[in-house]
């Protein structure tokens, strides 16, 4: 898909803000892109688009692979949609990395978008994968600008699946109100083996698979996990986590789980802490575009190239050592950038 001109981002602007879903996905590959000259656009887009956003839940949805993540969210997103709620789900990919690169099969989207194929064809619904692309800046910056796009096509449901693998969870959570944890169903001593770290962010865990034989499995973890929770720290007084058990297979349990989404929401609106944590993921989403900006310009100022290369060889020659020649370049940067 080509990014549209600067002629035209007013009326894809307008477009986008009537809901049409195909100026959605072309305004979220336009704001993917890092060409020099789509990002002034991108940038130009957001501005207009920027004040009709904010609306929604922004829910991050995290656990193990196999949890069953991306059923529940075919399951739950339609019943969500059915209600005439409009309902986006952002799946961040590691291995598309990969796929744009050309090898592998992609099987992970590929995968993920036949498993949510009752959301997908649904017209209160828009899928998309984000790519993570593997940058040292993370995902945040372009993921919190593909959040916004969302809200001003007027999706008042976010979901942001992510794989949990190490960083993810702490990633998504950065980016999102409310944090879901799912979880397969576990016995007694596995219950354990689960991080207490990611169970600490998590706002509601469901055990999935509460049907045919894991039924029972999963209702005692649910209850062990509930114990469980009540022995952790508080995110906040007015929150305590809540454990539910589900089946994204039978669409058991959406009804108590929309409920708790509700619930979560005004808690989070009146006790002021909807405002707060959307000012940390403003705050996020900053931070790792500024150390993405600053890496990039380290590694393609031409003038740098030139001073690292002589600190290079005072280095080599025992003159300086790297964490000195370092202070040195950030010095020669800074100096560069005054004489303008
Ligand atoms: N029995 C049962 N199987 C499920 C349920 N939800 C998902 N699965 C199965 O678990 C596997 C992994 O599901 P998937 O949604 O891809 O998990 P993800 O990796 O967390 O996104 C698939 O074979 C699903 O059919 C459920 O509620 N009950
Ligand atoms: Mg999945």
Same mark, same amino acid.
């Given at each position: =898909?080509?990014? #549209? ?11 986008? $803000? %009537? ?11 336009? &704001? ?8 002034? $656009? ?7 688009? !920027? ?19 991306? +059923?529940?969210?075919? *399951?739950?997103?339609?019943?969500? *949609? ?56 993370? /995902? ?22 992510? &794989? ?12 999102? @109100? ?5 979880? #397969? ?17 998590? @706002? ?6 509460? @049907?045919?034989? /894991?039924?029972? =499995? ?11 929770? %009540? ?9 305590? +986590? ?55 310009? !380290? ?28 202070? @040195? ?12």
């Amino acid at each position: =898909m080509m990014p #549209p001109s600067t002629a035209s981002i007013e009326s894809l602007a307008d477009e986008l $803000r %009537r809901g049409n879903r195909r100026a959605l996905a072309q305004a979220i590959t336009l &704001v993917e892109s890092t060409h020099p000259e789509h990002r002034v $656009r991108a940038q130009s887009l957001i501005q207009h688009l !920027l004040p009709a956003s904010g609306a929604s839940l922004r829910i991050g949805i995290s656990g193990p692979p196999g949890a069953g993540k991306s +059923t529940f969210l075919d *399951a739950f997103g339609s019943y969500l *949609a059915d209600k005439n709620h409009k309902v986006a789900v952002l799946a961040i990919d590691p291995s598309s990395v990969q796929r744009q690169q050309g090898s592998g099969s992609g099987g992970a989207i590929l995968g993920d978008k036949t498993r949510m194929s009752t959301l997908a064809l649904h017209k209160n619904a828009f899928i998309r994968p984000s790519p993570s692309r593997g940058m040292l800046g993370g /995902t945040a910056p372009k993921t919190y600008e593909t959040i916004i796009l969302c809200e001003a096509a007027g999706y008042d449901t976010l979901f942001i699946e992510t &794989v949990g693998v190490g960083q993810s969870e702490v990633n998504v959570a950065n980016l999102t @109100d409310m944090l879901i944890l799912i979880l #397969p169903p576990a016995s007694g001593d596995s219950l354990q083996g689960i991080k207490r770290g990611i169970m600490e962010v998590a @706002d509601l865990i469901l055990i999935n698979k509460a @049907d045919g034989n /894991t039924e029972k =499995m999963a209702r005692l973890s649910a209850q062990n996990y509930h114990a469980a929770v %009540r022995l952790l720290p508080q995110k906040r007084d007015s929150w305590h +986590t809540s454990v539910i058990a589900i089946s994204a297979l039978a669409k058991k349990g959406l009804d108590e789980t929309e409920h708790v989404l509700k619930q979560f929401k005004q808690d989070a609106q009146t006790s002021g802490y909807l405002a707060n944590e959307r000012n940390k993921q403003a705050q996020n989403a900053f931070w790792q575009s500024l150390h993405q900006t600053l890496y990039e310009h !380290l590694h393609t100022e031409p003038k740098l190239k030139k001073i690292i290369q002589q600190l290079y060889k005072r280095i080599e020659q025992k003159q300086a050592t790297p964490q000195q020649a370092a202070n @040195d370049a950030i010095l020669a940067l800074y100096a560069q950038h005054n004489k303008g």
